[in-house]
């Protein structure tokens, strides 16, 4: 088979995975959360910075953990930490194969991270590289295998993917491996940015859709009447600013207090409201494209609320549904990009000229 290192830094989360084929050996994932919490959100040159001091790091823990070679360098007080990670990259870099790497779309600073790092490794070691959509990677997630070549999943294609996260959220039609149409896409708001900003809206902190899901448990989806924005019209596109705005000034003369009482019913309601409005889009996208499968993929796609829902539309249509399997599969991670690595190098899809690549921040699927 062959050994691909992939690397992901597209926001901020640092991310290296070795794969053979499409099966993953290592996926390292080094996330910011922490450093990016007290601002509510991601800061450029926070995640900038991070990406550059672990980089290395992280791409040498993917290395070790794949165990492609033996040629394992021992803790010495003879060499720094620094020589040794230098040491490690040196001796899996022998085994590697094709590097692949996230060329876009995301943060400008923080895909540049990542594309230099592939660019400096692929020519110090004279490898292949490929150059890699972060959504295409979202999309493929659903045909990343583990180390056992597991799940076997044969996915009947066309297939409709639905990719939702905190920086995007996508209706594709896949034809065929590398052959996509965006069907629909939202306007302004990405679901996941929509969760966590009514997050913040209550005060619940960054990141905030985790928070706003183990809260909607056993609250009242009803509790407030919020829209679902673009429903009538004839479009597959998305908006959820208009969604955020009705939430903001239902809420926006409350108390501290009342707010507090409510969170449960808050969390519920606006849930409930941003999964109703990406299902209302996909089943008239599913109505129009009639696929044989569903994808669907993206950070968002960890809540099992809207797993649920999902995979009951899906058995309304009668058609099969995939969600990856592992949870880190969903959010950023490395593995993903890999698996892209894959089809591409199958199909010849290269760098060029490996000097002149360059990051692009709007690179479209």
Not at 77 to 84: N, Y
Not at 220 to 236: A, G, M, R, S
Not at 302 to 331: C, D, H, Q, S, V
Request: glycine letters at 8%; a positive charge.
């Amino acid at each position: 088979m062959t050994k691909i290192l992939a690397i992901e830094t597209s926001c901020d989360d640092t991310c290296a995975a070795v794969l053979d084929g499409e099966s993953v050996l290592a996926s390292v994932i080094s996330s910011q959360t922490d450093l990016h919490a007290k601002w509510g959100g991601v800061v450029p040159d926070i995640a900038k910075r991070a990406h550059q001091s672990r980089i290395k790091a992280v791409i040498a823990t993917a290395l070790v953990r794949s165990k492609i070679t033996n040629n394992q360098i021992p803790i010495s007080k003879q060499i720094s930490k620094e020589e040794r990670v230098e040491k490690i990259i040196e001796e899996g870099m022998k085994e590697i194969e094709i590097i692949g790497v996230t060329k876009g779309p995301g943060l400008a600073i923080a895909l540049g991270v990542g594309v230099n790092k592939a660019k400096e490794l692929a020519l110090k070691y004279d490898k292949k590289l490929v150059a890699v959509n972060h959504i295409e990677g979202h999309l493929l997630s659903n045909w990343t295998k583990n180390s056992k070549g597991k799940p076997e999943n044969e996915i009947e294609l066309p297939a409709l993917g639905l990719t939702v996260s905190g920086g995007h959220t996508k209706l594709v039609l896949i034809k065929a491996i590398g052959n996509y149409e965006v069907v629909g896409e939202t306007l302004d708001d990405a679901g996941g940015e929509a969760l966590d900003k009514a997050a913040k809206l209550m005060g619940l902190g960054y990141p905030g859709g985790p928070v706003i899901e183990r809260l909607a448990q056993g609250g009242d989806v009803n509790f407030l009447k919020l829209p679902h924005p673009l429903e009538h019209q004839d479009t597959l596109d998305y908006s959820f600013s208009g969604l955020k705005t009705s939430f903001y000034y239902q809420i926006k003369e409350w108390s501290q207090e009342k707010v507090g009482k409510n969170l449960k019913n808050l969390s519920a309601s606006f849930q409930e409201a941003v999964f109703e409005t990406l299902i209302i889009k996909y089943k008239k996208a599913i109505k129009i494209y009639k696929p044989k499968s569903l994808v669907c993929s993206g950070g968002v796609m960890a809540n099992l609320e809207l797993r649920k829902k999902l995979r009951k539309m899906a058995k309304g249509f009668e058609l099969p549904i995939y969600m990856p399997k592992m949870k880190y599969l969903n959010t950023d991670n490395a593995a993903m990009i890999g698996t892209v690595t894959y089809f591409k190098a199958k199909r010849g899809e290269f760098v060029e000229n490996i000097a002149e690549l360059d990051r692009d921040p709007r690179l479209k699927l």
